[in-house]
């Protein structure tokens, strides 16, 4: 298991040409709802201020970026999981992946001591996921290690499928945007949540980069004053 923490600010301000991909809109893959087994996971946790003493926690929630009662897609066996991590006093979360059964099949601490903003959860390599097969993930923040009734917990559902080959044709033609607008309009929400982390690493200053981020996030409900920025 690996864990990387992005301060992750998406800037207005952009030298750069915008590019007309088009509004940004999540669509949930056919007969793709979270099984009846599970739970619908996703959101956020908006009662922040009992694991924090700061005032940001009324402001910024603990928030898993899934897109809501729907399972997300990836093409990557070993995907990539994101978590908006606010200021917060918690020093260990507890990350946990299941079948659609809700049977454990992963479980490992992380250190969330002085982090915050944009977590992200790598599979361990000896892990992958099962083609066309939902798995829930979720991500507890033991608040009172003390009580773990306490934990503040987000999550979603994820399945990895291979993409389609005319997917993969429009995917190789695109530019970055538009890959991103493809992966959500064809139901591969991790795809176009990591196409947005790794491109804005490589140009914070993108405006257009902001307004694909933002449609993305209002397509699934997301709100943006928790995960818009990470400062």
Not at 11 to 21: K, Y
Not at 86 to 110: C, H, R, W
Not at 179 to 191: F, K, M, P
Request: with cysteine; proline share 6%; glycine share 6%.
């Amino acid at each position: 298991m690996a864990t990387v923490t992005l301060p992750l600010s998406i800037s207005l301000a952009s030298a750069v040409t915008p590019i007309d991909v088009g509004r940004v809109s999540f669509e949930p893959p056919p007969r793709k709802d979270a099984p009846r087994s599970g739970t619908a996971g996703g959101g956020s946790r908006s009662d922040m201020l009992s694991c924090s003493s700061s005032i940001q926690a009324k402001t910024k929630t603990l928030t898993a970026l899934t897109p809501g009662k729907h399972v997300g897609l990836s093409h990557d066996r070993r995907p990539v999981l994101y978590v908006y991590l606010p200021k917060t006093d918690a020093k260990v979360a507890e990350f946990s992946l299941f079948d659609d059964k809700m049977n454990g099949v992963y479980q490992t601490d992380i250190s969330v001591e002085n982090s915050k903003g944009f977590i992200a959860i790598k599979l361990p390599s000896a892990l992958s996921l099962v083609k066309n097969k939902p798995y829930h993930w979720s991500f507890a923040l033991a608040c009172n290690p003390e009580d773990r009734t306490l934990d503040m917990v987000v999550g979603g559902w994820i399945e990895y499928t291979q993409l389609s080959q005319d997917l993969q044709n429009k995917l190789i033609k695109a530019n970055s945007l538009e890959r991103i607008s493809l992966y959500a309009r064809n139901g591969y929400w991790y795809d176009a949540v990591a196409t947005v982390m790794e491109l804005q690493q490589k140009e914070p200053h993108n405006s257009q980069l902001t307004r694909t981020w933002t449609e993305l996030l209002t397509s699934v409900g997301l709100s943006l004053n928790i995960v818009a920025t990470a400062n």
